[in-house]
């Protein structure tokens, strides 16, 4: 006898030949299908699991039996297929994702009417091979967090982030293709100094919002010519930019003879150029970053005055070096107004120069080596500058403390004693979570013997070897990712030799 395309001979019950369709069935499937119909007391549900879904990746849908084509439109090229995708000649390739949620849609259910689903763990609805829409009775929520970068990630804000082993289908194309320009830089080749343009120069250049009209239609030349962009005697030192694409750059006068030392030391003029084109002087570009700082007059002046030491941008968190404190700043950008604004969160602002030496303070220091200068007048604080983590999103601080330790008649500096004391203190800043900077170094564990140099007054404990240090320069701070260890080198006069040295401490921290 035949039942449909099934033959069977005449002992076979109906239970047994539907036992074999179901057998074949899940032999010849891809995946997991579920079956849900409406009747008047409910919903009734089956399924259907895959024996060998590895075997049949193309039957996404409904079982089809494996055989060579050979007539009609199933002859297919391996381009057709997609042959250059993974895995090999089986079609288009899949989309990617984790954290899917699904719940089935019962209000789409109707009495009498049967629908089917493949498993809904791994697939939405789709055509695959069979030319048509599958049904529309399960809802995917898809949760893609996890693949997005932050904005203090090494990736641009939004990105992708570990793809580099899978295929994607992003269609980008740079701002230069676009554009056919290169933005690049706050001063370049391709700069308009012109007022006008056009054939004659008869119409007002307005290029961004630094350059258009006054409300009152005005060609306000005073204001253009002051926020013209000049540096005459100046280069530029330093250059970088946020990850909002707003660009910084620092211009500094140049020395005749050339000196790296002078260059370095020197205070320069910090442009600032946002992502519309506006270019302007740091005091007016970050006005609502510099305006927190009102209550303190020494910051404040040096900022309204554009006097930059040096700047760093670490994603959105700007540093900016003084000759009296180094601010670290939390940004935002407004794309409404095209402004740079504070963000909520804001970072402790680190003093450098005269000092107190309370960022010494540990359990053993006093008790064991001596006391430390507590006087703001003999107490110097050296900036070292930063290491950025771009794994765990966090900032090392370098700084270099030097002062004097008195003696104690329990100390290793005895109480007729007096010893200069220069030591490294490092700090931790996580950029994902604005707070008050952590000590890292010194701990109460340190050994501060290699830190301790002789001083002319008093008798010295044997201890102390090393020649007396009469001058310091601020320190270079880097890290070895092979050895784990922060190395802080500065150089340093020594009054005995009337030579120059280069002292470098490493710090495992």
């Known amino acids: 006898m035949s039942t449909s395309n099934t033959v069977v001979d005449t002992a076979t019950t109906q239970s047994q030949i539907d036992s074999y369709l179901n057998t074949l069935s899940q032999k010849y499937l891809a995946n997991d299908v579920y079956i849900v119909s409406g009747t008047n007391s409910g919903i009734v549900s089956a399924s259907v699991i895959a024996l060998a879904p590895y075997g049949n990746l193309t039957n996404r849908y409904y079982p089809t039996v494996a055989g060579e084509p050979n007539e009609g439109d199933n002859l297919k090229t391996r381009d057709q297929l997609g042959g250059y995708f993974v895995p090999s000649n089986l079609g288009a390739s899949l989309y990617l994702t984790k954290n899917i949620t699904y719940s089935i849609n019962t209000d789409q259910i109707k009495n009498g009417e049967v629908y089917h689903y493949i498993n809904p763990a791994r697939f939405n609805k789709g055509r695959g091979l069979t030319q048509a829409d599958q049904g529309n009775i399960v809802n995917h929520l898809v949760n893609i967090n996890w693949i997005k970068s932050a904005n203090t990630s090494e990736y641009f804000n939004g990105n992708m982030i570990n793809t580099d082993t899978y295929q994607k289908f992003i269609p980008y194309q740079s701002a230069f293709e676009t554009k056919k320009s290169d933005s690049n830089g706050v001063v370049n080749a391709r700069y308009d100094f012109e007022f006008w343009q056009g054939d004659k120069k008869q119409t007002w250049t307005e290029s961004n919002s630094a350059t258009k009209l006054t409300p009152e239609k005005y060609f306000d030349l005073a204001s253009r010519v002051q926020g013209l962009v000049s540096t005459p005697g100046k280069e530029l030192y330093s250059w970088n930019t946020d990850v909002f694409g707003n660009q910084y750059a620092l211009y500094k006068t140049i020395t005749n003879p050339r000196s790296l030392y002078d260059s370095t030391t020197a205070t320069g003029l910090l442009w600032v150029k946002t992502i519309d ?52 700043e939390k940004i935002t950008f407004n794309y409404d107004k095209y402004i740079i604004e504070q963000s909520l969160q804001n970072f402790q602002a680190l003093n450098i120069g005269y000092t107190n030496s309370n960022a010494l303070s540990t359990q053993t220091l006093n008790s064991i080596y001596g006391i430390p200068n507590s006087g703001l007048t003999g107490t110097v604080t050296y900036y070292g500058g930063n290491w950025y983590n771009g794994n765990e999103k966090y900032i090392t601080i370098c700084t270099l403390l030097s002062t004097t330790l008195s003696g104690s008649s329990t100390s290793i500096i005895n109480s007729s004693g007096l010893s200069s004391f220069i030591v490294p203190v490092l700090y931790r800043l996580d950029l994902n979570n604005p707070q008050e900077r952590v000590r890292i170094y010194p701990t109460n564990d340190t050994n501060f013997t290699e830190y301790i140099y002789p001083l002319s007054s008093g008798p010295l404990n044997a201890l102390i070897h090393l020649p007396r240090i009469e001058y310091i320069e601020a320190p270079v701070f880097c890290y070895n990712e092979d050895t784990k260890l922060y190395s802080t080198t500065f150089i340093a006069f020594s009054a005995a030799s009337q030579q120059v040295s280069l002292i470098n401490y490493k710090i495992n921290a």
């Open 277 to 328: 084109n506006t270019i302007n002087l740091a005091p007016s570009a970050l006005n609502l970053i510099y305006s927190a700082y009102k209550n303190n007059t020494t910051v404040y002046s040096q900022l309204t005055s554009n006097n930059i030491i040096n700047f760093e941008v670490f994603f959105d968190t700007l540093v900016i070096q003084l000759s009296s404190s180094v601010l670290y």
